[in-house]
């Protein structure tokens, strides 16, 4: 694929980007908010930029790339793409009402993607004319350094369909891991609930947040503590996924701790507010 379009510049939208672009493919990049497309290319080129610095991109290549990255307020500007992936905020409204757009922009064969974590492909392929072209395309943070993208298939996901996705996750240099339509999917149902029981943790008073981090990460060989990656991840986006589980699975192991929930509603959403179970201001 020649050119894509994402849609959603936060951190997953530029991550996105900068890939296709390093890897050869015009991208355009997609958001409402001027300043948010302002912070995602100075983002990409920060990254880039250390990429240069450890010797694993020149810096042609870097200024290649991020000539490849158009960046545009209207979602009309998608219309080109050979695939777009959304990866706008984990809130199911906002993403039903991007892909009932976007089926109206894209042209008719082109493959509608999101990069949700949890919401059900089902249930935002339904909202297009072409279910049998929209699929799950689940990148890791930080996109640039993760491996693995988790291709979930809806109940009318094609072959073709999801041949393509896999194939084009190889071509970037990614392992595509595919899985099937449950809330969560794989990788958030197994690891949320872990986020969940060590926020519980600090809640019941077994341990400070440090503690924790420090037993996952020394006893089970963790490269980061569930609390560190939760601040990493947004303690709203953990509650989110919690939300979904709970709801779509009708278990109460999924219910989201208090505290987390009190967190959030103080604002508290970890690296991207300045503070988490972490003070990041310093």
């Keep these: 694929m020649k050119r894509i379009a994402v849609v959603g510049a936060g951190t997953m939208g530029n991550g996105i980007a900068h890939v296709f672009a390093q890897q050869g493919t015009q991208v355009t990049l997609v958001d409402v908010d001027q300043r948010q497309l302002d912070k995602a290319m100075a983002t990409i080129r920060g990254n880039m930029d250390r990429q240069v610095k450890k010797q694993t991109l020149t810096e042609a290549d870097r200024d290649a790339a991020l000539g490849r990255i158009q960046p545009a307020t209207a979602l009309d500007a998608a219309a080109a793409a050979e695939l777009v992936i959304e990866a706008a905020s984990e809130a199911t409204a906002l993403k039903l009402d991007l892909f009932r757009r976007l089926d109206t922009i894209a042209a008719p064969g082109v493959i509608l993607a999101t990069n949700t974590s949890s919401i059900s492909i089902t249930l935002i392929a339904a909202q297009t004319k072409r279910p049998d072209r929209v699929i799950g395309m689940h990148f890791m ?24 996705v896999m194939e084009t996750a190889r071509a970037l240099g990614k392992t595509p891991v595919e899985v099937h339509d449950y809330p969560g999917f ?32 020394l006893g089970m060989n963790h490269p980061l503590g569930p609390l560190a990656l939760a601040d990493l991840i947004g303690l709203d986006v953990c509650l989110a996924i919690l939300e979904v589980l709970h709801r779509g699975l009708g278990d109460d192991k999924y219910r989201p701790c208090p505290l987390l929930k009190n967190m959030v509603a103080a604002g508290r959403l970890g690296r991207k507010s300045g503070r988490g179970f972490y003070d990041y201001g310093k």
């Design 141 to 164: 943070n930080p996109v640039p350094m993760m491996q693995l993208v988790e291709v979930i298939r809806g109940v009318a996901t094609s072959d073709a369909t999801a041949g393509a």
């Design 186 to 217: 794989v990788a958030n149902r197994v690891l949320m609930p872990m986020i969940n029981e060590a926020v519980f943790c600090v809640m019941e008073g077994v341990a400070t947040p440090e503690a924790v981090d420090t037993v996952m990460k």
